[in-house]
């Protein structure tokens, strides 16, 4: 998992709430990653963000927002909006946009 | 639209045998390939990563060939071991704007004592 931390490793949402995911990394690499993973299917971007302070929409963006105020440090918020939340979310980075990515452990999402 | 299939969607093989997993795809324009591991739980691991003009590539027992005319990537694994098991993932980057990878569904491999 090389210098990327994820947290918490399990993460419990009840209807209508809104739930933040940690993504934190200290490789300093410029560009981070947001995926979505579900059984069966391959990964599925979220969002991603090239450098602090810019991110652009993934395939799969609607009901999820993030922000990138640090280098080391890019959340993911999982909004009510979001109707099917239970999955497997990783985050990676990578030194520039469409370097190598490294992933972190992941954290997995389950609905109450 | 760029798609990455990959092939068989589950295998189990008796450990010390080895196996060969498949991966074609459709991106363009292509710029790279590269094979992850993933265990079960985990975040994946880069184990190759293939440039149009590579046409095979290791990493110990792993062997990525890739022919770039057919479109078709192929990972093999020699004498395989219990800590093979994993599922295995074939990524494909487009060259051109944007992040544009796109994944397959992954390999689920078993490997049985």
């Known amino acids: 998992d090389g210098g990327i931390t994820q947290s918490p490793k399990y993460l419990f949402r009840k209807e209508g709430q809104n739930v933040t995911l940690s993504c934190e990394q200290n490789l300093n690499h410029d560009a981070m990653y947001w995926y979505r993973q579900d059984p069966g299917q391959g990964l599925r971007l979220i969002y991603y963000s090239q450098i602090v302070n810019d991110f652009q929409k993934g395939d799969i963006a609607e009901g999820y927002s993030v922000s990138r105020e640090k280098k080391e440090s890019f959340p993911l918020t999982v909004t009510s909006a979001q109707k099917n939340p239970t999955a497997f979310y990783l985050c990676a980075s990578s030194i520039k946009i469409r370097e190598t990515q490294y992933f972190g452990p992941g954290t997995r999402l389950l609905v109450l | 639209k760029n798609q990455v299939e990959q092939s068989p969607q589950s295998l189990i093989i008796l450990e010390g045998k080895n196996c060969t997993l498949q991966?074609?795809?459709?991106?363009?324009?292509?710029?790279?390939l590269r094979w992850y591991k993933q265990d079960t739980g985990r975040g994946p691991v880069s184990l190759t990563i293939?440039?149009?003009?590579?046409n095979t590539k290791s990493n110990g027992r792993y062997t990525a060939t890739l022919d770039a005319d057919t479109k078709q990537s192929s990972l093999h694994i020699t004498a395989s071991q219990l800590s093979d098991s994993a599922s295995y993932i074939c990524v494909v980057s487009a060259g051109n704007a944007g992040n544009m990878l796109t994944f397959g569904g992954g390999t689920r491999l078993m490997v049985k004592p």
């Open positions: 293939m440039t149009f003009s590579e």
């Open positions: 991966c074609n795809y459709t991106v363009s324009p292509f710029s790279n």
